[in-house]
Nanobody
Framework: QVQLVESGGGLVQAGGSLRLSCAAS?????????MGWYRQAPGKQRELVAT???????NYANSVKGRFTISRDNAKNTVYLQMNSLKPEDTAVYYC??????????WGQGTQVTVSS
C-alpha cells in the first residue's frame, strides 16, 4: 500500500507564489521512482506539469517553464513544486504521481490551486 498526500495549495493573487509538497508513505522505495506533478482544470483533461527522475533530471510543460521548479528530497520521501509568477490559467487541482517501469502508478488525492486576477 502506497499513499501520496499533497499539500500547499490555496488561493493566491496573480503574480504570487505557492509551494506544493507531496509526501509518500507506505510500501515504497521513493528514491527509485520518477515523480511527477499533474494538474486538471475544470472541464479539461489532466495534463503533465513537471517530472523529476531518480537522478534529478527535470522536464516541464512549456506553459510553466521558467516559472515552476520541481525538486525532491529522498530522505523525506517528498517531492515539491515551487510555483512562481502564477497566472489565473494555472488554476487547477494539482496531483502528484509515481512512475516506475513494471510497477503500478500511484496518485495523490490532489490539492486545489486557485489564482485570482
Amino acid at each position: 500500500q502506497v499513499q501520496l498526500v499533497e499539500s500547499g495549495g490555496g488561493l493566491v493573487q496573480a503574480g504570487g507564489s505557492l509551494r506544493l509538497s507531496c509526501a509518500a508513505s507506505g510500501r515504497i522505495i521513493f528514491s527509485i521512482y520518477t515523480m511527477g506533478w499533474y494538474r486538471q482544470a475544470p472541464g479539461k483533461q489532466r495534463e503533465l506539469v513537471a517530472t523529476i527522475t531518480t537522478g534529478g533530471s527535470t522536464n516541464y510543460a512549456n506553459s510553466v517553464k521558467g516559472r515552476f521548479t520541481i525538486s525532491r528530497d529522498n530522505a523525506k520521501n517528498t517531492v515539491y513544486l515551487q510555483m512562481n509568477s502564477l497566472k489565473p490559467e494555472d488554476t487547477a487541482v494539482y496531483y502528484c504521481k509515481t512512475t516506475l517501469t513494471g510497477m503500478p502508478n500511484y496518485w495523490g488525492q490532489g490539492t486545489q490551486v486557485t489564482v485570482s486576477s
